[in-house]
């Protein structure tokens, strides 16, 4: 203990208990220590008196600190190999490896396990079974290479213990002996080792039969399901652990000789059963009480009376006296509904029935109830009574336990006392009573607690004994308690410490004596501390305090805790002495006057009060009447549990004789059970686990010091230490001690003794040399002693010399220092002096360093001194010579300022006349420029002017024309609309036409609200406007309804008169058949007369199968036999559906009216309802041919001898009725056609003039000079009128109302497939019509050209066509994803069937040179698309501009060529679960490319629909004995598929059917297909012109857009004319002082020119004077 070495000081004012300090001087009286943490605390401590060695008072040596790679290499893990083991030593290393979560500590054999208070990860299944392979290598003498070994664990001890029970092949049973004090890990710990244990006992060795692993498998789980049973009913919360086991047990786990677990049994010691009636607050009862009372189930709780209603606003567990009196608090780690639920499954997982466990949970319940009975002092005889206070609390609380009422109430009142075979009986007081409902209490549960061991037992047990070869014991016992008030229970508790802490002496004793033999040393009996004379205090006969305490229960009613104490007192301290002659009984007189002894344990000295019930506690006697209840109870479990405990308390001396069995005390139990645990423990190997305690507030990373200490003094582990000190206490390895000491001898060359280890030498044999050579220095030390300091041969010698405290010589027994084979064994004052050389020879190399530095220190500043010196001079000297040279600078300065001082003055005349002459010059120019753009400006406006005029004449000129137009257009379209009046399903096109209107007057609005966005007037108009707009469109919508019911309507009449028809058919053949033999008769067949005209198309393109068609021959007589009343019932049907027709007249005219007035709103002019009628009157036609039919009907049915004038075959086109026209025919017959045909048209057109005419009515006419038409009046000539009628119509109607109007059932024939696109005749729109007839056969031919159009287009489409592909798919919740961007791509349309819908269009992408050479062809870089699932085919690039459309990797800049939008087309498909909406985008090569698609793709969708979906118009026909399944299939088919298919109709011979034949009727069927021809084609170009009218929608919403535009740059280009104007004002302002300053420039120079004159003049004249 040199100077400046740091030790360790005892502190017994703070909680550090031991502080680190560092010596500061020292006297062989005293030394002086300053503490580390506060350098300020100087403080001295004095030598101990009567001891050799120099030793201080609470002063030990603090060991060198490991540095990090030590302590990674565990060179911490056992404190035994730390030079010096003493308490703070010990301390200290616990401390520093709990703060680093290293919770487990090797102190030799010992275990040290800290509480860690949280969860660490050191117990998963990977440690586990790393700890088994170490375990089972090391058992195999297998060492693992190159691998750290496993640091200290639980599961080292565990597997240790396991190791050497099976080692050499020998059974030896082992122990292992876990203490603590309460909290500080005991039963976790025991969890842990039965973990392990049983893991190694069940898996270790494979088994051969099935049945027996699953067997072992089972054991397994009962043994570890039994600890929370034993935890439920012995566990309860303390102050300082919440799961203390408040009984001590010893698990002994049975193995064979294979090392299977067999099974396990359990021995209890000491449960504490005060607990039940008394805890202290905070604390809680056992477990079970809480589980039973928290966790119970609604029926339960019903069951056994736990009723809130009863407990007045307090939790149950509150409520109860026993669960109550702590507080009741929550554990902190689990909940005890929870905790029910475990042990109810480990109840099950032992086997036990429902009925054993409801049984034992309602016995917990009736003990609860049993602490609510209360007691009423009553007078019986004239003495105190006690009497139960609530008997229906009684009679639950009996019946819950299980006993007889009136037994169970008069064993709480009522005391019974034996004597001679006499009974007395006598009534208790109040008091006693309560006492004695405790004491059943006790009694019952700790008769329960047994019976639950035993059935444990049972369960875990092993069946046969021959089959356990060995076993491990677990022992889990309480620690060390010393408290306030100790009772007899911390007397029985320290007792069984003190028994085992004298095993644990002997055991560490007997491994010292080991480890001195291995190491071969000399050594000699070593006496270590017994504590037999304070087992013989406790237990020794007749003079034991526990003997004395029998002897005082024995003498009954006369024996109390006063006398007991005075026993005591006179056997121990006789003639009024405080200490005992062993000095380990004591008591002051205070104390004996309160009957409390003490007893000096080997943990420290204990305080017993005797008073606190010592004879009562150990008696634990069974009252009579309670003894009679258990025995008679109704309940086996209550006469089970009894038996037991009866069996456990009856002395086994007595069993011989014939007399009253006696039962043991307490006492007795406990000294016999501790004897029997000692002598297991002894008969085997044991291994010490200490479990320790860092602090009380149960806080993690958090240790006490103090507590610590006294854990460690009270756990054994400092005397154990103090026992391997007592030999050779330090031990240093070979290479630890050659290393740490050879310093020592300086002057010793290394030849002599090497300096290292590394020459290859044997450590031993160096380290006898060292000592040798120690020896042999000490001696000449004190032979010649160490000389003065100027004898000195070096410095570093005369340093040593120098220092004030020299060591003691090294002269010391050399038997002090012993070398084993591995270690040196050395005794304190040998290690002393060493140690003190050791210091003495570090402070001489510091103070010969420290000296070293401080010259070099001194040379430097010596040198930076010097440089700083010369660079003063050097700056001084610097600024000498600058301030010189500032002088001459600033004299240069001046003689420059003058000069330019006056250069300054001659350039400011030379600046003003230059700027004059400048703004003159300007003032000239901008003149004459003015007067230049004055010229152009009058020639720019007269060339506007004579531009302009021209203009408005060429546009007048055009709007004529246009206007004139127009009304040819509205005159030819006004004849059909008189038609178009009865087309039902006309009122769908005219529907969907509202809604475009309606659509295109919100455009209207919403782009006249943005233009008048400004104005408030113009807001409030809009406003007024757009309600208006709502009220018309709701009436629109209830229009809507309304059609579309009459439209359900005329479906169900359409069926009715199908059937009708049918019928008529039927009843028609019928009659033919009937008649047949008067068909011959031709005379009826020639009345008429008439040739039918010839077909407007050629007859040679109209080719019909004869099969096909079939002629039915209807003559007058068959006419004259059709039944009246069919003709009635056709005529009744048909007059129904000219009122429904009527109806939806009548509605579209309404509806027309409507949008006429919202037209005239909008423009400002108000309509009354009579010009909105007359507007939209209907025109009443002659008499149609429908009438004709009904009138030649009336005529047959009245039976006129006339025949009806029925229509003719010849009347019908051939392509109507399906008849060829023969060669054979006439030019006669043509001419008498196309008479009839001229005078059919001249008779339209008087009936459509005459129409005209009635359609122009003074109303009509009012209304018209309202909207503005100009010309409408009376006196106009009724042409004038039909053009102002035309052109008024034309302003009514929409938009897509002027595209031509298509007559249907003209389609391509079969027989046109040849036909080329330039052999049509251009027609419709594009030629002059000038009849009706022209225009139905231009038509005509234009949808013929059309549709070879689209033949070719399938076959260009089949064979591919280039574009480039752009595919997106979108999604709502994320952006834009380009699944492919500007990839040229061959879209082909691939057939896979026959049908439309089985049709996809492909992507592919062609291979290039390589790709083809290989044979890869052709690969599809998308997915293909069906046509089924295109929804929208539209021009341009919808929704995307064009130019930000994304470019391939390869070709960065295509979004250049992007910019086009007319070369795009954009299809719009059906969603799919990826993405929402998917839009491809076609970049095509020519807009004529891109309308060609487009019109072909359109097409395709319509002939899907129309073929393979539902028709647009509903009108079609079907008869059900024409067509049939292969009819309706081969109407699917792709358009160039082979569609005629042959009826299945009569055919009649040609030879029956007569040429010349002019009355031939057309079938019904024939009709019916031709109809169904017509309309389909009809709603193909219906669909088609559909989307072109969505396309013109769309180009109108884009010039809206640009007309905005428009807008936008015009007031742009306005804005910026008019910053040019006066950017123009501004430059004409300026040149005109430009100017000015040019003509002040002038004047200057001319004066300068005169100035310099005149001094070359002046400097002549001098030079003439001169000269």
């Known amino acids: 203990m040199e100077a400046g070495a740091n030790v360790w000081c005892r502190d017994t004012e703070t909680d550090r208990a031991w502080i680190l300090t560092e010596v500061v001087s020292k006297t062989p009286e005293e030394i002086e220590l300053s503490d580390v943490e506060q350098p300020e605390n100087v403080f001295k401590r004095k030598r101990i008196e009567g001891e050799e060695a120099i030793r201080y008072d609470g002063v030990e040596l603090a060991n060198t600190p490991l540095s990090d790679e030590e302590k990674a290499m565990g060179k911490d893990d056992d404190l035994i190999t730390l030079p010096h083991l003493h308490e703070p030593a010990l301390l200290h290393a616990v401390q520093e490896r709990f703060m680093n979560d290293k919770i487990y500590t090797w102190t030799g054999p010992i275990l040290i396990a800290v509480n860690p208070f949280m969860r ?59 203490s603590g004090e309460s909290g500080a890990g005991k039963t976790e710990s025991t969890k842990i080792v039965m973990v392990y244990l ?15 692993k699953k067997e072992e498998s089972s054991v397994m789980d009962r043994v570890m399901q039994s600890n929370p049973i034993l935890e439920a009913f012995g566990n309860a919360k303390t102050l300082r652990n919440d799961n203390s086991s408040r009984f001590g047990k010893y698990i002994e786990l049975g193995f064979n000789k294979r090392g299977i677990l067999m099974g396990a049994r359990v021995q209890t010691y000491l449960l504490e059963k005060v607990r039940l009636g008394f805890h202290a607050s905070g604390e809680r009862n056992y477990h079970i009480f809480y589980q039973v009372i928290r966790g119970a189930s609604e029926e339960q709780k019903k069951k056994w009376d736990f009723h809130d209603a009863h407990t007045g606003g307090l939790e149950l567990a509150n409520y109860f006296r026993y669960t109550g009196l702590g507080g009741a608090p929550e554990l902190r780690g689990q909940k005890d509904d929870a ?68 037994q169970f109430s008069r064993a709480l009142t009522e005391k019974k006392l034996v004597t001679r075979g006499d009974s007395i009986i006598t009534k208790l007081t109040p008091t006693q009573a309560a006492d004695a409902r405790d004491a059943l209490s006790k009694t019952i549960y700790g008769a329960l607690f047994l019976w639950i061991v035993k059935q444990v037992n049972s369960c875990i047990g092993w069946e046969e004994s021959d089959d356990v070869r060995c076993s491990i014991g677990v022992l889990d016992i309480f620690g060390f308690e010393s408290f306030a008030v100790n009772s007899f229970e911390q007397l029985c508790i320290n007792f069984t410490n003190e028994a085992l802490q004298q095993q644990f002496n002997k055991f560490v004793f007997k491994l010292e004596q080991e480890e001195y033999n291995r190491e071969q040393i000399d050594w000699a009996f070593i006496s270590f ?174 240790l006490t010091r103090k507590r610590l200490t006294e854990q460690l003094r009270c756990g054994g582990v400092l005397e154990a230490i103090r026992v391997a000190r007592m030999g050779y206490p330090i031990r240093l390895p070979h290479e630890t001690f050659f290393q740490r000491y050879r310093v020592l001898l300086p002057s010793v060359s290394g030849d002599i003794l090497p300096w290292n280890l590394e020459g290859g030498q044997e450590p031993q044999k160096l380290c006898v040399q060292l000592v040798d050579k120690l020896l042999e220095n000490g001696a000449e030390e004190v032979a010649s002693g160490r000389g003065t300091p100027e004898e000195a041969t070096s410095r570093t010698e005369k340093i040593r010399r120098m220092q004030a405290t020299q060591p003691d010589p090294m002269d010391f027994p050399k038997s002090d220092v012993q070398l084993g084979l591995s270690k040196v064994f050395m005794r304190k004052p040998p290690h002393d002096i060493l140690e003190a050389h050791l210091v003495y020879h570090q402070s001489a190399s510091c103070i010969l360093i420290q000296s070293t530095i401080r010259g070099a220190q001194k040379y430097m500043e010596f040198y930076m001194m010097k440089a700083a010196t010369a660079m003063v001079q050097r700056w001084y000297r610097g600024c000498m010579g600058r301030a010189r040279w500032w002088r001459l600078r600033e004299a240069q300065a001046a003689e420059l300022l003058t000069k330019q001082f006056r250069m300054l003055l001659v350039r400011n005349r030379y600046i003003t006349m230059l700027n004059g002459t400048v703004k003159y010059q300007a003032y000239f120019r901008g003149y004459s420029c003015r007067r230049l753009l004055a010229t152009k400006k009058i020639q720019t406006h007269y060339r506007m002017y004579k531009c302009a005029h021209a203009y408005r004449i060429l546009k007048s000129a055009t709007i004529a024309v246009q206007c004139k137009a127009r009304q040819r257009k509205a005159q030819k379209i006004l004849a059909e609309l008189v038609g178009e009046q009865k087309n039902i399903g006309k009122l769908r096109e005219n529907n969907e036409a ?32 757009q309600k208006e707009i709502e009220k018309l469109e709701k009436r629109v919508a209830e229009l809507e309804k309304l059609l579309e019911e009459e439209k359900a309507h005329v479906e169900r009449l359409q069926k009715d008169m199908a059937k009708a028809q049918e019928n008529a058919e039927k009843k028609i053949l019928s009659l033919q058949q009937q008649e047949s033999s008067r068909r011959t008769s031709t005379s009826m067949r020639n009345v008429g007369g008439v040739t039918p005209p010839h077909s407007p198309v050629p007859f040679k393109k109209a080719v019909r199968s004869p099969s096909k068609t079939t002629h039915l021959a209807a ?11 069919v003709i009635t019932q056709h005529l009744e049907e048909i007059a129904r559906l000219e009122r429904e027709l009527e109806i939806e007249k009548r509605a579209r005219r309404e509806a027309g009216g409507e949008i006429i007035k919202l037209r005239a709103e909008i423009s400002g002019v108000e309509l009354g309802d009579s010009e909105v009628k007359a507007l939209v009157k209907p025109i009443t036609p002659s008499k149609s041919s429908d009438e004709d039919v009904r009138d030649r009907l009336r005529a047959l049915s009245a039976g006129s001898s006339s025949p009806p004038l029925l229509p003719k075959v010849n009347d019908l086109a051939p392509e109507v009725t399906g008849a060829e026209e023969s060669p054979d025919n006439d030019l006669s017959k043509r001419d008498i056609n196309e008479e009839i045909n ?43 009128e039909k053009k102002e009628q035309a052109k008024t119509i034309s302003l009514l109607k929409s938009p897509t109302d002027y595209l031509p109007l298509v007559k249907r059932g003209f389609g391509l024939q079969p027989g046109d497939d040849d036909l080329q696109e330039d052999q049509v005749m251009q027609a419709g729109w594009k030629v002059d019509i000038t009849n009706r007839k022209e225009r139905e056969e231009g038509l005509r031919d234009e949808v013929r050209m059309f549709e070879i159009k689209m033949r070719k287009f399938y076959q260009s489409l089949e064979e591919g066509v280039e574009v480039t592909l752009w595919q997106l798919n979108h999604n709502d919740d994320t952006n834009n994803d380009f699944v492919l961007s500007a990839s040229p791509i061959n879209l082909k349309l691939q057939r896979r069937g026959e049908f439309l819908v089985q049709a996809v269009l492909t992507f592919n992408q062609r291979g290039g040179f390589i790709g083809k050479a290989f044979g890869r062809g052709d ?104 067509t049939g399944l292969h009819k309706e299939r081969s109407s699917r088919r792709m358009p160039n598929a082979n569609s005629i298919v042959a009826h299945n109709e009569p055919h009649i011979p040609e030879s029956k059917q007569d040429q010349n034949a002019p009355d031939i009727l057309v079938p019904l069927s024939e009709v019916h297909k031709a109809l169904n021809k017509e309309r389909q084609s009809y709603d193909k170009l219906l669909l088609m012109m559909l989307q072109g009218g969505t396309d013109l929608k769309d180009k109108e919403e884009e010039m809206l857009k640009m007309r905005g535009k428009l807008a936008s740059v015009t007031k742009e280009s306005e804005e910026k004319d008019r910053i040019q104007g006066n950017d123009s004002k501004l430059i004409m302002q300026l040149s005109k002082k430009l100017e000015m300053l040019l003509m002040e420039n002038e004047d200057l120079r001319d004066q300068n020119d005169r100035l310099n004159s005149r001094l070359v003049a002046v400097e002549c004249e001098k030079m003439n004077l001169m000269t």
């Not at 309602?362 to 009497?387: D, K, M, P, R, Y």
């Not at 008779?1243 to 100009?1270: F, N, S």
């Not at 490319?1489 to 487009?1494: E, F, H, I, P, S």
């Not at 019109?1495 to 028709?1511: F, M």
Request: aromatic share 6%; charged share 25%; hydrophobic share 35%.
């Open 994 to 1025: 509202l809604k475009l209107e309606m659509a295109s007057l919100k455009a209207m609005l919403a782009a006249q609200a943005q233009n008048s966005s400004n104005k408030e007037e113009n807001m409030k108009e809009l406003i007024e406007k």
């Open 1238 to 1280: 001229r005078e059919s048209d001249k008779q339209e057109d008087e009936e459509m003039k005459k129409i005209r005419k009635e359609a122009v009515t003074p109303e009509v006419l009012t209304a018209l000079q309202k909207l503005g038409v100009k010309g409408a009046s009376n006196n106009r000539v009724f042409e004038e």
């Open 339 to 406: 905790g029910l639920v475990e042990s109810v499954e480990a109840m099950r997982g032992m086997n036990w029935s429902e009925e054993k466990i409801d049984t034992v949970l309602t016995l917990v319940a009736g003990l609860a109830h049993l602490g609510q009975i209360s007691f009423n002092s009553v007078e019986v005889s004239g003495a105190e009574a006690a009497e139960i206070a609530d008997l229906k609390e009684a009679e639950k609380t009996a019946d819950l336990i299980g006993v007889n009422f009136e």
């Open 120 to 178: 660490l990860p050191v117990y998963s299944k990977e440690i586990l079974e790393s700890y088994r392979q170490a375990g089972l290598l090391k058992s195999q003498n297998i060492q693992s290479s190159g691998k750290k070994p496993l640091g200290p664990h639980i599961y080292a001890i565990a597997d240790t213990s396991y190791r050497q029970m099976m080692a050499g092949g020998k059974c030896r049973s082992q122990s292992v002996l876990i």
């Open 1115 to 1125: 003559t007058d007589e068959n006419s004259q036999m059709v039944d009246s009343a």
């Open 198 to 212: 049983t893991t190694l006992g069940s898996g270790d060795s494979s088994m051969s039969i099935a049945e027996e």
């Open 1419 to 1522: 690969k599809s870089v998308v997915d293909p698309l069906a046509l089924h699932e295109i929804l929208e085919v539209k021009a341009g690039c919808a929704g995307f501009e064009p130019a930000k459309l994304p470019s391939s990797s390869k070709n960065k800049k295509s979004g250049v060529d992007n910019k086009q939008d007319s070369v795009f087309l954009t299809v719009k498909a059906s969603p799919t679960p990826l993405a929402n909406r998917r839009l491809y985008f076609f970049k095509f090569k020519s807009r004529s490319a891109r309308n060609d698609l487009m019109q072909g793709l359109r097409g395709l969708l319509a002939d899907l629909q129309i073929h393979e979906g539902v028709s647009i118009s509903a009108l079609h026909t079907h008869d059900g004995k024409a």
């Open 529 to 702: 501390p017994d504590n037999q004379d304070i087992l013989d205090l406790i237990q020794k006969k007749p003079t034991g305090i526990l003997a004395m305490l029998d002897d005082e229960c024995r003498v009954g009613s006369r024996g109390s805790d006063r006398n007991f104490a005075d026993r005591m007192f006179k056997s121990y301290l006789p003639n009024k002495l405080t200490v005992s002659e062993n000095k380990r009984f004591s008591a002051t007189a205070i104390q004996k006057a309160k009957s409390i002894f003490c007893v000096t344990h080997f943990a420290g000295e204990v305080k017993y009060s005797a008073t606190t019930g010592f004879l009562e506690k150990n008696k634990d006697e069974v009252p009579i009447m309670c003894q009679e209840m258990c025995e008679e109870a109704p309940s086996s479990l209550i006469r089970d549990t009894y038996a037991v405990q009866k069996k456990a308390v009856e002395d086994a001396s007595t069993k011989a004789t014939r007399g009253p069995k006696k039962t043991k005390t307490v006492g007795q139990q406990f000294k016999e059970q501790l004897a029997v645990l000692i002598q297991n423990v002894e008969s085997t190997e044991p291994h010490y686990i200490r479990c320790l305690k860092p602090n009380d507030a149960a806080r993690s990373h958090f």
